[in-house]
């Protein structure tokens, strides 16, 4: 709730739930991979891929800000085109880590049976998705959460 002559970013700050290390964020992007891995017995009794399903979800969490002035209305929206492009960029990390662990999947050779295949898929996965959540941090780093993108309230 933004109040005339009050800062937004002391109201945002305020009413933010995202505080992870004792540090204040406006907004969050959380997102997580499913996938399936089809396997197909060959013809001679191994197992290979024969389909790959791979599923982005991603949830991201923005600030709504209720009344105030116009001016604190307009600063806000114009904050928050930029917030909206800092978050997509996390996601688009997301989309990249489904797309290399479909493309790992399809690559995994046969296995001597589709148990092993699954179990290969598994930690193909394990190994891939610390990467880039790893990119996330580091994509955090580089635009200092946002900062060189404009998404940075100065008042």
Same mark, same amino acid.
């Given at each position: 709730? $933004?109040?005339?002559?009050?800062?937004?970013?002391?109201?945002?700050?305020?009413?933010?739930?995202?505080?992870?290390?004792?540090?204040?964020?406006?907004?969050?992007?959380?997102?997580?991979?499913?996938?399936?891995?089809?396997?197909?017995?060959?013809?001679?009794?191994?197992?290979?891929?024969?389909?790959?399903?791979?599923?982005?979800?991603?949830? *991201? *969490? &923005?600030?709504?800000?209720?009344?105030?002035?116009?001016?604190?209305?307009?600063?806000?929206?114009?904050?928050?085109?930029? &917030?909206?492009?800092?978050? &997509?960029?996390?996601?688009?990390?997301?989309?990249?880590?489904?797309?290399?662990?479909?493309?790992?999947?399809?690559?995994?050779?046969?296995?001597?049976?589709?148990?092993? &295949?699954?179990?290969? $898929?598994?930690?193909?996965?394990?190994?891939?998705?610390?990467?880039?959540?790893? *990119?996330?941090? $580091?994509?955090?780093? +580089?635009?200092?959460?946002?900062?060189? +993108?404009?998404?940075?309230?100065?008042?």
């Amino acid at each position: 709730h $933004a109040q005339p002559g009050r800062a937004l970013a002391a109201t945002i700050n305020e009413a933010s739930p995202f505080r992870p290390g004792g540090q204040v964020f406006h907004s969050a992007t959380a997102w997580y991979l499913d996938w399936k891995v089809r396997p197909e017995p060959t013809t001679d009794g191994r197992c290979k891929v024969a389909e790959v399903r791979v599923e982005l979800h991603g949830e *991201m *969490m &923005l600030p709504r800000l209720v009344g105030g002035t116009r001016a604190q209305q307009e600063k806000f929206d114009s904050y928050l085109v930029r &917030l909206r492009e800092h978050e &997509l960029g996390h996601y688009e990390i997301g989309r990249e880590a489904a797309r290399q662990l479909e493309k790992q999947f399809y690559a995994l050779p046969p296995a001597g049976n589709c148990g092993d &295949l699954q179990s290969e $898929a598994r930690d193909a996965g394990a190994k891939l998705l610390p990467k880039y959540e790893e *990119m996330g941090d $580091a994509y955090d780093a +580089q635009t200092q959460h946002g900062r060189t +993108q404009g998404a940075w309230l100065t008042d």
